[in-house]
């Protein structure tokens, strides 16, 4: 079984000092800082967009150069916010070769200045030449299933609200969060639209970051218990219902019973929150809630830190931040630090086993990995 | 920089754009938009380009303002997810019509629009838009 040997991850923000390089070399350093460099065996790396938003291919490459390692064996896996979940996927099928791999997730976004472009390059995850051709964004992919989500479930604006202020109340103490500061359901009601009813609130904001860990094939102090993974089809329009999320309950379904356990053991749920409503199918989907019934647990405080269930102790992808082809490296290497007691500021207490569920799309690919300590 | 539209791509799609060529399953019958070779129902490879009907209604609908590079003059635009009269569905943009007066249910028809004008090649990209059906 694959363990987690070491971990570490940067603070989400706009780093205009560093580098993509920079951005990773932070991270790897600290996920090897107990294990020598010249024991790791491959490396790779999860990244979404470096292709569009820095012009930089062969990325893989120039990270493990960076990293002094240019003669290990490197490759860059790429599915958008689920990239972090499939180089997990792939270390792990790979350990019968290599004994220590070191995945860095990274992304740098903050060289895209201007609104439109950040659109444009986030947007690259839609269908270009069917969906983006028509002025359609992932924002309005995203918008579209809300109003489907609020029809069918006879909903308001303001019960998406409850998501990210929960987020947000979680992220205060973070050290290495993005949006440290509460906000109330005020806040969320006058904030503007990107899409309606999408508001900003309901969406991260595009940010760098990098985050890393180690996957070892001997026995080590957090274990990768189980995987799942399943996909969706990946144009909206072929989907026959709109919030069909069958293949995050197959993906959890299969990891959870690799993994031996039941949901009740779990101590904590790291969710792909890329908007409100995705957070509330995701919450849904695993059976954590009944279907349309996500917003009132949520208000209720189900979710909270202290809650029945935790979801997203370190503030989710709203409020620690969303480093989009990093951000499931990130949910590994935290879910690392929870299970060893480590999380300073977001630790639920005596956390043992836990599920990270990392989304590409609009859920066109997800991954589902069970970590236990 | 990054508006990614070039000739080849509008080329290549341009029939099916231009009159709405989606794909039918010679299986279970299922229609959609856009075309491919395989059915997004039932899985068969057994798929043929049907044309789709220009009429609808919207299911769902939303107002964007936060627009991708290459379609700032166009905020805010509305975009639908129209089910037409054969049950396919086709994402668009709605057109003559105030973003307010959008309502699911309401009846729309295509109209060959311009979707966009890349200002660095003059070049001039047609297809699709709904419009409010004429009785």
Known sequence: MASIIGAGLVKVSNHWNMSIEDLAYEAAEQAMKDINSERIDAIIVANAFSGVANGQENLAAHIASSLGMARKP????????????????????????????LIVGVEKLSDVTSLEDITSVVSSSINREHEGILGATIYSHHALMMREYMRRYKLEERDFGYFPIMMHENAVNVPHAQLRFKVSMEDYIESPYVSTPLKLMDVPSEADGAAAIVISRSDGPVKVSGIGFSGNEAVITHRIDQ??????????????????????????VQIHDTSSVLAYLQIESLGLSDKGKAP?????????????????????????????????????????????GTADGYQVQGAKNCAVVSLGGLASSCVVAVLRR | ?????????????????????????????????????????????????????????????????????????????????????DGAK???????????????GMEVEMSLRILRVCGESGFIAYGYKFRPATK
């Open chain 1, 243 to 268: 919030l069909d999320m069958e293949n995050i309950t197959a993906a959890f379904s299969s990891a959870m019973r690799e993994a031996g356990i039941d949901i009740k053991d779990l101590d904590f």
């Open chain 1, 296 to 340: 009132k647990d949520t208000e209720s405080g189900k979710f909270r830190r202290d809650g029945e269930i935790p979801i997203n102790p370190e503030g989710g992808m709203k409020a620690r931040g969303y480093p989009v082809g990093a951000s499931g490296v990130y949910q590994l290497a935290e879910s690392y630090m929870q299970l060893q």
């Open chain 2, 90 to 104: 086709v994402l668009a943009q709605l057109t003559d019509v105030d973003p307010e007066e959008v309502k699911e």
């Open chain 1, 74 to 101: 490197s490759f860059k896996v790429e599915l958008e916010g689920a990239s972090g979940g499939a180089a997990l996927l792939a270390a792990c099928s790979m350990l019968s070769r290599y004994e220590r791999i």
């Open chain 2, 1 to 85: 920089m990054y508006s990614w539209l070039n000739v080849p791509s509008y080329w290549r799609n341009k029939s099916r754009r231009y009159m709405l060529i989606g794909g039918k399953c010679r299986d279970c019958g299922h229609k959609f938009f856009p075309f491919r070779r395989t059915c997004p129902k039932c899985g068969s490879r057994s798929v043929i380009e049907e044309k789709l009907p220009r009429r609808g209604r919207v299911l769902e609908h939303t107002v964007v303002h936060n627009p991708p590079r290459g379609y700032e003059y166009y905020t805010p635009y509305v975009l639908a997810l129209v089910e037409l009269e």
